[in-house]
């Protein structure tokens, strides 16, 4: 063998040797979900407010409402004329979407509270185990980037660096301040209370106090930690629209509140000295429609022989039961059964409630990205909501309730808000519509990575730095 060949041979070695390592290299990034693009803030802060209605930032003089902070974001950023939500739109299913960038279908949040008939339903979806699909925190942690939560839905748990989660609120077998001990970074907790000169062991029950927690949680989690990426969630707009109803005094009073919770935590980040690379990003999880009245299902269904209760209301067996906004069959495969509930419900609709409800079936269901296991959702009409409840025997029944949402999502009265401005963000770009699962994959084009594998997009337009002009 000559040397020439010999050299060859070697190059050609080496030429593999390369592209095996650019190849890894490549197959590293695309599993980390890093991008070439240009980081285009350090810090961004995601803040959800419960219920968020666009018409408190569009029109706040015919609102009521005074809420300086939103609008000098608003003033300075972008914001949406409406976002549209998952199905349903409530809470945890909505936030998992905005952090997940997929539909409940995909990442498992399907409704609020974990399907147990026996024992109501009662327990929600704390646990950030019962997640299908990677949240951005997990994303960003891989590109190097500190996270923190406060209070966001379904984080127990999380792999986040600095966590409040939102926990039990009224856990049988702990004191609530025992149980956000628990679950948060230790320490945290401790801290926060001291920050605000002391915190009833259960003060968490009083949605003003919660927040007034949750928005100190956050300033501390700014001054000493200073996040890449923080994810915060703000409720006592949702409590106060459910007892007195969208537009009411209690909710202005509730978002003025919640404004100046925000203008704390930008006071924070100003005296931290990150405001010129930090991007702020308010959006909701919903909307709001006013209500007076409830249907009740699952008296349809006991009145059917489908379930059973006992002398409590309680019920003891089942064969088909409300769930959410959902009917769902114990035994989803009997076709037999399945015809039968869904024909229970469609002739009512047709008949003596024609025009108050309608059953949403299983294609559109799909289509929507709802609920895998629901044979069926119950849609109600404006000024009417749905409960697992027995009152008065009655499908029908009037409620002291002033405000509902999980209905969907096409009714604007379900979309929620989006203000986003500070680093990285135009100033006054138009957006009619946006929709919830494109929040993520935006947060992640300001912090420079991606989300692979998400049905949410960036919103180019509003986050895309300056492309150089064009040199002919």
């Known amino acids: 063998m000559n040397f020439a060949s010999t050299l060859v041979r070697l190059r050609r070695r080496q030429a593999a040797l390369f592209l095996t390592l650019l190849a890894a290299a490549a197959a590293r990034t695309a599993a980390q979900g890093a991008s070439p693009a240009p980081r285009l803030a350090d810090h961004v802060i995601l803040i959800s407010i419960d219920g968020f209605r666009p018409a408190v930032y569009l ?26 939500v998952t199905y349903p739109s409530m809470t945890y299913p909505s936030h998992t979407a905005i952090v997940t960038a997929v539909s409940p279908a995909k990442h498992g949040i399907v409704t609020n509270t974990i399907l147990d008939p026996l024992n109501g339903s009662r ?17 960003a942690r891989k590109n190097g980037l500190k996270t923190a939560g406060v209070s966001w839905p379904v984080s127990v748990g999380a792999q986040m660096d600095v966590i409040y989660p939102e926990s039990n609120q009224a856990p049988s077998d702990m004191t609530w301040l025992a149980r956000a001990r628990r679950d948060s970074t230790p320490g945290l907790v401790d801290a926060v209370v001291s920050d605000l000169g002391g915190f009833g062991e259960r003060d968490n029950l009083d949605p003003v106090k919660r927040d007034r927690f949750a928005a100190a949680t956050a300033v501390r989690i700014v001054r000493t930690e200073k996040p890449n990426l923080m994810v915060v969630h703000l409720m006592e707009t949702d409590s106060a629209q459910h007892a007195s109803g969208p537009g009411s005094p209690e909710a202005r009073a509730a978002y003025e509140r919640v404004d100046a919770h925000i203008g704390e935590i930008i006071k924070a980040v100003d005296e931290a000295g990150l405001r010129s690379r930090t991007a702020f990003v308010i959006t909701g999880d919903h909307g709001f429609s006013r209500v007076h009245a409830l249907f009740q299902p699952n008296v349809v269904l006991r009145d059917a022989g489908l379930l059973k209760t006992d002398d409590k209301g309680r019920i003891t067996e089942w064969s088909a039961v409300l769930h959410g906004m959902a009917v769902v069959m114990k035994d989803p495969g009997s076709k037999a059964l399945a015809s039968r509930v869904e024909a229970l419900f469609d002739d009512l609709a047709r008949t003596k409630y024609k025009g108050l409800f309608r059953v949403v079936g299983r294609g559109e269901l799909n289509e929507r990205g709802a609920y895998p296991g629901a044979l069926f959702f119950i849609e109600p009409a404006e000024g009417y909501y749905l409960s697992d409840g027995f009152e008065q025997n009655e499908f029908l029944v009037g409620t002291t309730r002033r405000g509902a949402h999980g209905f969907i999502p096409a009714e604007p009265r379900m979309f929620t808000g989006l203000i986003a401005a500070g680093a990285g963000i135009k100033a006054k770009v138009p957006l009619p519509s946006v929709r919830q699962i494109d929040i993520a994959p935006t947060v992640a084009r300001l912090l420079g990575f991606t989300m692979p594998g998400v049905d949410g997009v ?7 730095a300056p492309r150089p002009p064009r040199v002919n």
């Open 458 to 464: 960036p919103l180019f337009g509003v986050v895309d």
């Open 59 to 84: 029109d706040p003089e015919r609102e009521g409402v005074k809420i300086p902070n939103l609008l000098a974001l608003k003033e300075s950023g972008s914001a949406a004329e409406g976002v549209v």
């Open 123 to 139: 327990l929600w979806f704390y646990e950030n185990s019962a997640m299908k699909a990677p949240a951005i925190w997990e994303a």
